[in-house]
């Protein structure tokens, strides 16, 4: 008995002690990562710290805020270019609301959250490439790969505070990599944007130029081009117009972009012009399979919907029926446009009307008739199997007779096996803003320079040139030239005139198109004999009456995000804390 | 209350083993104890008075043998669980002795960490659920069972889907994390994940250690409770034994959601202005005039499910065996066979003593299951359940006609979808006459037909599970126990789910098969060595516990998936699987990353009673946790507790003077509990995710990528265990025979280093980051009470509990100040965790009625009325978790025949159903919202685009409930007639339950709705409701 009680104690014992001892078996080591401290060491650090950079700013354009892709509705929403309507008018609210200033049009928009969300991850990013490679004063940009990963950086890091300040007026600036229990304040807006000068300033000198018009990749990159591009915009939007034609000029100089043909025009937003002299920056998407995911599957099923209730579908573009936007050009954009140059390279690449969707593409599966041969033109405008579907509603909403082609995706920029996701480049800067910004930085300071540049770009677009340069004809040509590219909003409201031109958002009746090939209100059941025929019926769609529209003093910027302010409330005793903008709370 | 031979035995040993063997001028005595049966009773400890070293213990077959001084006129016999007994024995050199069972004791025992213990000697507060009360029930968890049956213990079901898990609750929530809310789960000394695979049936007792001095021996893992689940084991009264339950049940909605009908549906969006008039809409072909669909109608009919049940069990003096396997298949209501759960679990139970000093047993539980069920919990169009109840009641269920369709869908139907220049169909679902499942021509969000989702769901899991103890006792010396066990748990699952393109409306559809099948493998293991001392002398007794243990866990599983417009060779069912591809799909793999954890932990307890009425119990333990959780400078930790009883019954004062009471006693306890659950993935560090991301420089996307690295996070290598302080007083009373019982208790715990999720402020660029940051304080009082009787043959008992809790956060960072939760829409309607305010507590504007014009108003922070609040005026509007729950169960039998009522309830929570939402004003909604529209909440016209106003109380309801979840009518033949066909029991019963429902909110099921994330708890998003069931059953032993 003994002997069983000494072995039993001696193995209890024994058994504790081992285990004991053996505190190792607690290090289980974590897998598939590196530890923090044995990277941003190398000059390979330094780049695949700065790729985190330019993945999160292909994700901005791919960051969703409801049905749509976040960053269009977030830039060109309140212009004056577009209709925003939903498969009818209570579809896409929350896009609905910021065109036309609503009065439900709140600081919980989702598309302004994420969007902001999404700059400030970015910038992020772009704080660790810098303050690890780059330190107080440059002690840590020990070669040459490492000054030009940081100034890469910094131009990003620069351009996401530019859109904000844009929009918001004094975001927090955030020059390095915040701590987690960081209560960031509003920027003062007279050192923001001197701020933002500056960087853009030091990074150029730091960056190598494009190496000429063929260099495609050099498109897809941050160069001193853009660095410059950037920089001369930031002092035109910040009013600093003679200084602002320096960096301009440089770029106009440095002979690295062009402006394409007028007839290429189209091609600038679509695979076949990725890369092109035009651009000084866009981010490119790509089709490889294991990139893939990142492909614009949001944008552009949505900036396809004005498609969805056609019966058939020119070969051209994508087919797919998507959910949210309906964005048609309103009448005052259509309307200027054509009396400033109906037919010309541009009006034909930006807007196409409904009678010329119907009969000037080709249509496999239509236009080829029993006998063989192709349809007419007028076959095809007495074609029941073409225009509109009526099933649902009689009209479609907030349309007047034409669609916005300019940015329509094609069949030709799907990825492989995919219906939906396309890989077509977002401009972030072309060359035709770098000449308007030029022409207007000479107008504004009174340099007649600016006039052969701003010529330049009604000349490709085959529109009438100019004979003087006037502010005047610089607002009309930009408003044209880069119509839904994000730029108008800010150029009025800096300008001074967006109440005068976004007046007709609170007062207008909304458009509605309908097909006079069927008879009006019976929803497509019952054919009128006439051919294919854009009618335009106008109603009141009511928000006018409940205070829609753009409301001086408060709609010059957004408000912050809901969420972001009830984290971060102002706090006066503290001095810490975001302030909302006027009028929002 | 009935005991198992094995407790009484084990018990009866134990006290056996405190004897200490005679020595000195003996004369032989011999004799037998046997228990008022005849049936002998074994351990059972022969002492002469007032010569407590004068002694021994009864063997298997009850006798005994003593040498006793010569002139001893008596010897006192005892065991638990039985009157001590003194028996004269002057002259006899034999005596036998009949002990009369102890009924004043009750003294069942229970199950503590690491050992048993009286019921009487507990110092802390511990529930105890006997297998009476689990029985008979139509749930097929264990969990679920729990629900009503004891004060202070929360039982949630997030879903009444056929085999979703029931969460436990153990007085209230002290983290605010997402998971690790529920209490260490311990079967037979085994630490599982889950206690889903247990069969009710098989469970001998679930306890529910409560209090910290309790759970205090668990340590590290015990801050939110410890349920201890005893299975069945061998019995030997029931020795041979062979027996079989079945039950067979009928289940269909329950409670429904009140939403519009049509005309309601009609007059609500046409006073909106979303809709034209009656005629207008029946015109565009929106509506035929007549149909009025009820979508949870269409979504739910009759469900079936059976289970059954066989055995054996059997024991002798060595050893006792249990054997019983189960067959559980539940299909749910929903219609169709996509919801369902199908389990065969068996149980093996076994234990014999070899030799005199050991003992060798073996707990094991093999489970395999098949689950498939409908998507749920979601404001997205994959949430089956949602449609159900956001859908117009205008659309009808099928489209019998290419024509009926709206034009997307037809467009769809005849015109598929072209990839690369290849035109493919889209699956527009059909029934089985081939009629389209509908969708709606009014809205096209997320609201889809749930007979789409339903056809379309193909995911199916499965798995294989073994869990089990080897244990040995080893007695070395008197009073010594050693014992030595390992437990593992081996698992395997595996998944596989199948979409192929369709297209339900143009928010809804899909270009691709995807062909996803996963599988897993997980292993665990822990190996606990203890050693129990106890030992009596006088009136002192003295009970010693050490112990260690070591644990660790693997698992590992792969997964693949095939994705495309076309994937596979074939697309009948038998091609559905990832061999078959051909070829054109895109590939992921993912998985084989082994995920591992330990755990080592030294544990200890010191007891001391003197004379049965003063307890005083000690406990200590000492956790270390692996570098998955915890920082190497923070990986130990060490938890204390400590605790108190008085038996004033006990008192020879009280004794005299109070007859009626039969048992009462005062407790108290105080300990420190950690929580370690919350920490899992490294959280306290920062690594760089490498090459997570990419970029193409190559604008001709050459095969050439670059890839990048980011950090995960934020390091916070301080990061630490939440830790619990409880301090509980308690009570224990019972009078009138023991007829009465009572018991309560109030305890105050509170939860320091609370770890906090928090997101950083938008600017700094990371969604979340975890911290030491907050407290929360959960008190309340918890009462049991019990009454049991007869009247001539008929005999009834009531029992009832009754508890409450408050939570509120008592600390939150200050520069953290309040974290956001859930929330709905774009409503500015959160779910806030806050300083000052309980978990989770509803946080949005404070609806006042309406102004003269009939505009919604509300109470700014000023207490004046506005009509237009900013973020100033946001406060607390309810609080999401229930403030009391209860649960009462009756039971009558006469003759042959048993009745039992159970029945609970919760409340003192709010729910906001979400099922309204501005930004897509045309989906279906609550009829409370129509018919109080212009009433008490403003017309329809000014509230269908305010989000300030379903941000604010208007639309937060009442969670209260009361349930009546069982109510059951059994008959037992007579015995006479059974025995004659050698059956020893046949028992009949059939049972309603979940019938009842008593609450005033207007969703699904407040029941399920107060679940979902703990973070989203409150906002009800649409769960499988609960059904009421129609159950018949019949038990039969042989």
């Known amino acids: ?585 | 209350m009935r005991k198992s031979f094995l407790t009484k035995a084990t018990a009866c040993i134990a006290a056996a083993l405190l004897c200490i063997v005679s020595y000195a001028q003996p004369r032989s005595l011999v004799g037998k104890v046997v228990d008022p049966n005849g049936d002998p009773v074994v351990g059972a400890s022969v002492v002469v008075p007032g010569q407590s070293n004068v002694g021994t213990a009864t063997g298997p077959d009850g006798s005994f043998q003593l040498m006793v001084p010569a002139q001893t006129a008596s010897v006192t016999v005892s065991c638990i669980g039985y009157v001590t007994q003194t028996v004269p024995i002057a002259g006899r050199p034999a005596v036998n002795v009949t002990l009369e069972e102890d009924n004043e004791f009750l003294e069942e025992t229970v199950v503590i960490g690491y050992g048993v213990q009286r019921k009487s000697d507990l110092t802390g507060a511990v529930a105890s659920v006997r297998s009476a009360d689990l029985e008979h029930r139509s749930v097929s968890s264990a969990a679920a069972a729990l629900q009503g049956k004891a004060a202070g213990v929360q039982v949630y079901s997030n879903s009444g889907a056929p085999g979703e898990t029931s969460h436990i609750r153990v007085r209230g929530i002290s983290s605010n994390s997402g998971s690790g809310l529920g209490p260490l789960l311990i079967v037979d000394g085994l630490k599982v994940d889950n206690i889903q695979y247990l069969d009710p049936e098989m469970i001998e007792s679930m306890e529910v250690l409560k209090d910290a001095a309790s759970a205090a021996i668990y340590g590290a893992q015990a801050g939110n409770g410890v349920v201890l689940i005893t299975t069945k084991s061998g019995s030997k009264e029931k020795d041979g034994q062979i027996f079989y339950n079945g039950k067979y049940t009928v289940s269909s909605l329950g409670h429904h959601a009140q939403v519009m009908n049509a005309e309601q549906y009609l007059d609500f969006q046409h006073t909106a202005g979303l809709l034209p008039d009656r005629d207008q809409v029946i015109a565009n072909g929106f509506w035929d005039g007549k149909t009025n669909t009820n979508w949870a109608d269409v979504l739910f009919g009759t469900g079936l499910a059976q289970s059954h049940t066989v055995g054996a069990q059997g024991g002798n003096e060595r050893g006792s065996y249990y054997l019983s396997l189960n067959y559980t298949n539940e299909n749910g209501m929903a219609r169709g066979d996509k919801d369902y759960y199908k389990r065969l679990t068996a149980q093996i139970n076994a234990d014999y003593k070899i030799k005199k000093w050991i003992t060798v047993g073996t707990n094991t539980s093999i489970e395999r299951y098949q689950q498939q069920s409908l998507s749920q919990g979601s404001e997205y169009a994959g949430s089956t359940l949602l449609g159900a109840l956001i859908i117009d009641p205008l659309t009808p269920t099928l489209f019998k006609t290419v024509d009926e369709m709206p034009f997307n869908m037809r467009n769809a139907y005849e015109n598929g979808f072209t990839v690369d220049g290849v035109t493919y169909p889209y699956k527009i679902y059909q029934n089985e006459d081939g009629y389209w499942y509908s969708t709606s021509k009014i809205m096209e969000g997320d609201g889809v037909n749930p007979l789409i989702n339903v056809a379309r769901n193909r995911n199916e899991s499965r798995g294989f599970n073994v869990r089990g103890t080897i244990f040995a006792n080893v007695t070395p010396i008197k009073d010594l126990v050693f014992t030595s066990r390992l437990g593992y748990r081996i698992g395997q699952s595996w998944s596989n789910n199948y979409e192929e393109p369709y297209y339900v409306n143009p928010k809804n559809h899909s270009e691709v098969h995807n062909l996803t099948a996963s599988s897993s493998q997980n292993y665990f293991y822990q190996w606990e060595n203890f050693a129990n001392y106890n030992h009596n002398f006088g009136r002192h007794a003295l009970g010693v516990m050490a112990g260690m243990s070591y644990t660790f866990n693997d698992s590992r599983g792969v997964n693949a998936s095939l994705r495309g417009p076309d994937i596979l060779k074939g697309y009948t069912d038998n091609f559905l699987y990832l061999p078959y591809d051909n070829g054109k799909g895109e590939k992921g793999i993912g998985g084989g990353t082994p995920s591992n954890s330990s755990q080592i932990s030294y544990f200890g307890r010191l007891n001391y009673s003197y004379d049965n009425r003063y307890t005083l119990q000690a406990n200590f333990r000492a956790d270390a946790f692996d570098s998955s959780k915890l920082s190497l400078k923070n990986r130990w930790g060490y938890f204390p507790s400590v605790s108190a009883g008085w038996t004033i019954s006990n008192e020879s004062w009280f004794k005299d003077n109070v007859s009626f009471v039969d048992f009462l006693k005062i407790r108290g306890s105080w300990g420190i509990n950690g929580n370690i659950s919350v920490l899992s993935g490294y959280p306290y560090s920062t690594s760089i995710s490498y090459n997570s991301k990419s970029y193409q420089y190559d604008v001709d996307h050459g095969e050439i990528i670059s890839y990048g690295s980011q950090p995960d996070g934020l390091a916070n290598p301080d990061l630490t265990w939440e830790t619990s302080v409880q301090t509980d007083l308690g009570l224990d009373l019972r009078m009138f025979n023991n007829r009465l019982t009572f018991t309560a208790d109030w305890f105050n715990k509170n939860t320091e280093d609370l770890l906090v999720s928090i997101s950083p402020v938008a600017e700094v660029g990371i969604s979340s980051t975890t911290v030491n940051a907050g407290a929360i304080n959960n008190t309340g009082w918890e009462f049991e009470l019990g009454w049991q009787d007869h009247i001539g043959d008929f005999g009834y008992s009531i029992n009832g509990n009754f508890s409450t809790l408050q939570n509120k956060v008592t600390y939150l960072e200050p520069s953290v100040g309040h974290i956001q939760g859930d929330h709905f829409s774009n409503y500015k309607l959160y779910t806030y965790f806050q300083e000052g305010y309980p978990v989770w507590f509803l946080r949005g504007y404070e609806y006042a009625g309406m102004n003269a014009e009939g505009v919604a108003q509300y109470v700014a922070a000023d207490g004046t009325l506005t009509t237009t609040p900013t973020s100033d005026d946001l406060k607390y509007i309810g609080n999401t978790l229930p403030t009391f729950q209860y649960g009462i169960t009756v039971r009558m039998d006469w003759k042959g025949l048993d009745f039992t009522v159970f029945g609970t309830g919760a409340g003192g929570n709010s729910l906001v159903p979400c099922v309204f939402r501005t930004e897509h004003p045309q989906i279906n909604s609550l009829v409370y919202f129509y018919e109080q529209a212009g009433k008490t909440i403003p017309t329809v016209d000014k509230i269908y685009n305010s989000v300030d106003f379903w941000s604010s109380s208007a639309t937060v309801f009442k969670g209260d409930f009361f349930k009546i979840k069982q109510i059951q009518l059994g008959y037992t033949l007579p015995r006479a007639w059974t025995s004659k066909v050698r059956i020893s029991n046949f028992r009949a019963y059939v049972s309603m339950d979940d019938w009842f429902v008593f609450t005033n909110y207007p969703g699904f099921d407040p029941e399920t709705a107060t679940t979902g994330g703990t973070r989203g708890k409150g906002l009800d998003k649409g769960q499988y409701p609960n059904a009421k069931k129609i159950l018949f059953g019949v038990n039969l032993a042989f």
Not at chain 1, 36 to 58: P, R
Not at chain 1, 65 to 91: C, M, Q
Not at chain 1, 133 to 153: D, H, Y
Not at chain 1, 194 to 202: A, F
Request: proline share 4%; glycine share 8%; aromatic share 14%.
């Open chain 1, 1 to 585: 008995m003994k002997k069983y009680t000494f072995l039993g104690f001696a193995c209890l014992i024994a058994l504790m002690t081992v285990t004991s001892c053996n505190q190792d078996l607690l290090n289980i080591p974590q897998k598939g990562v590196i530890a923090y401290e044995d990277f941003y060491k190398t000059d390979e650090d330094a780049e695949s710290a700065l790729v985190a950079v330019y993945d999160s700013y292909v994700s901005l354009f791919n960051v969703s805020g409801g049905n749509s892709p976040a960053y269009n509705v977030f830039i060109n929403a309140p212009g004056d270019e577009l209709y925003w309507g939903g498969g009818k008018k209570e579809d896409n609210i929350i896009a609905q609301e910021i065109n036309e200033f609503r009065t439900t049009f709140g600081s919980t928009n989702a598309y302004l959250t994420n969007v902001y969300k999404q700059m400030y991850k970015i910038i992020y990013k772009a704080n660790l490439v810098i303050d690890n490679f780059w330190g107080e004063n440059g002690e840590l940009a020990t070669s040459a790969v490492k000054k030009r990963c940081v100034a890469e950086a910094r131009t990003i890091r620069a351009w996401c505070h530019m859109q904000l300040a844009c929009y918001y007026g004094t975001p927090p600036l955030v020059d390095h990599v915040l701590a987690g229990d960081a209560r960031p304040t509003n920027a003062d807006k007279e050192e923001l944007w001197q701020w933002i000068i500056k960087e853009l300033g030091e990074a150029a000198e730091a960056l190598p130029a494009r190496n000429g018009k063929t260099d495609k990749n050099g498109a897809v990159k941050i160069t001193q081009g853009a660095a410059l591009a950037f920089q001369g915009k930031a002092m035109v939007l910040h009013g600093d117009y003679a200084a602002a034609k320096t960096p301009l000029k440089r770029v106009i100089d440095s002979g690295n972009y062009d402006l394409v043909p007028g007839p290429e025009m189209r091609d600038l937003f679509h695979g076949a012009g990725d890369g092109n002299m035009e651009k000084v920056f866009e981010l490119n998407f790509s089709d490889l399979d294991y990139y893939g995911n990142n492909g614009r599957w949001n944008f552009q099923t949505n900036q396809s919907l004005f498609f969805r209730q056609m019966k058939g579908y020119p070969d051209l573009i994508i087919q797919q029926t998507g959910w949210g936007n309906n964005m048609g050009p309103t009448k005052k954009f259509v309307d200027a446009l054509l009396a400033n140059e109906e037919g010309s390279y541009r009006q034909k690449a930006w807007i196409v009307s409904y009678e010329q969707y119907l009969t000037e593409f080709p249509y496999k599966k239509l236009d080829k008739k029993a006998d063989g041969t192709l349809m007419t033109k007028e076959e095809k405008l007495m074609d029941p199997k073409r225009g509109l579907d009526f099933n649902k509603y009689n009209d479609l909403y907030a349309n007047y007779g034409w669609f916005f082609f300019k940015k329509v995706p094609y069949q030709a920029d799907l990825l492989n096996n995919s219906s939906v996701r396309t890989d077509q480049n977002q401009i972030i800067m072309r060359y035709a803003e770098v000449l308007l910004l030029y022409a207007e930085a000479c107008a504004q300071s009174g340099d007649s320079d600016g006039l052969k540049y701003l010529n330049m770009v009604a000349q490709r677009a085959g529109a009438p040139t100019y004979s003087a340069l006037t502010m005047d004809n610089v607002k009309k040509e930009k408003w044209f030239e880069m119509a839904w590219e994000g730029t108008r909003f800010v150029d009025l409201v800096r300008w001074g005139d967006a109440a005068k031109e976004l007046a007709f958002k609170g007062h207008d009746e909304t458009p509605y198109l309908f097909d006079d090939f069927y008879v009006y209100g019976t929803n497509g059941k019952k054919q009128s004999g006439n051919p294919h025929k854009a009618v335009i019926v106008w109603k009141d769609d009511g928000w006018a009456a409940k205070g829609a529209g753009f409301k001086t003093g408060k709609n010059e910027l957004y408000p912050f995000p809901f969420d972001v302010i009830e984290l971060n409330p102002w706090d006066a005793e503290k001095g810490c804390g975001l302030k909302q903008n006027p009028g929002w709370d």
